[in-house]
């Protein structure tokens, strides 16, 4: 009688990066690729050959290397300059990346950021803070993509919010805002794409830091 059959490489049973894909993962990595192609990000060697190994992935970890230098489908949109009257506070940091690998990274306070900001975690973590932020276009996009790892995004009630993300065996959404939204003609936008593989991007919106809402307040002394 024969005896078990070894897997081959290097297997964890605990690991979920060796579970098992549905076809409906593999056609959302198709369609992120078909998109990249569309916008010149691969040549249309690049992307037959990354379409057979989407369809041929067998486990997530197949899945990585195929998505992990790429973001979701629709590529930046045109910013609108955001009005010359907006000051700049003297000494804000202007910063375009955060990136976790077995680690954690953390912004927050006043920084200025631009028009375009890419945040990446693979097994760690973001927390990207734009509650005093200044932006200097009217729209930011922020490319966010996660691997076994976590990226969470806050803004204040003035800022728009557009999240274009996807999620596989993951998260990519926009979590129950803390506070209303207070939105104006001149609010910045900030549009939020990227891929959670077996990981999660979440973008909440909370008070300004040292505030609290008036009810929990009213709550806490009477």
């Not at 300059?81 to 506070?89: E, F, L, Q, Y």
């Not at 596989?168 to 593989?197: C, E, H, W, Y």
């Amino acid at each position: 009688m024969a005896g078990p059959v070894e897997p081959r490489g290097q297997y964890s049973p605990g690991d979920p990066a060796n579970l098992r894909v549905s076809d409906e993962d593999r056609h959302k990595v198709a369609e992120i690729l078909r998109e990249a192609a569309g916008e010149g990000r691969l040549d249309l060697d690049e992307l037959d050959e990354r379409l057979e190994a989407a369809y041929a992935a067998k486990t997530y970890s197949d899945l990585v290397p195929i998505t992990v230098d790429l973001p979701v489908a629709g590529g930046p949109q045109a910013p609108v300059p955001r009005p010359a009257t907006a000051p700049v506070p003297v000494g804000a940091a202007s910063h375009t990346t955060s990136i976790a690998v077995l680690s954690g990274a953390t912004r927050r306070g006043v920084w200025q950021v631009g028009e375009r900001y890419t945040a990446f975690a693979f097994c760690g973590g973001v927390d990207l803070d734009l509650r005093e932020a200044v932006f200097s276009a009217r729209e930011t996009v922020i490319y966010a993509n996660a691997i076994w790892g976590g990226i969470d995004i806050i803004v204040n009630e003035h800022t728009d919010v557009v999240v274009e993300g996807v999620g596989i065996m993951g998260g990519f959404d926009q979590g129950r805002a803390r506070v209303p939204a207070n939105l104006t003609p001149d609010s910045p936008v900030v549009r939020v794409k990227g891929v959670a593989l077996m990981a999660g991007v979440t973008v909440t919106r909370k008070a300004m830091p040292g505030d609290e809402p008036r009810g929990i307040l009213r709550r806490r002394y009477h």
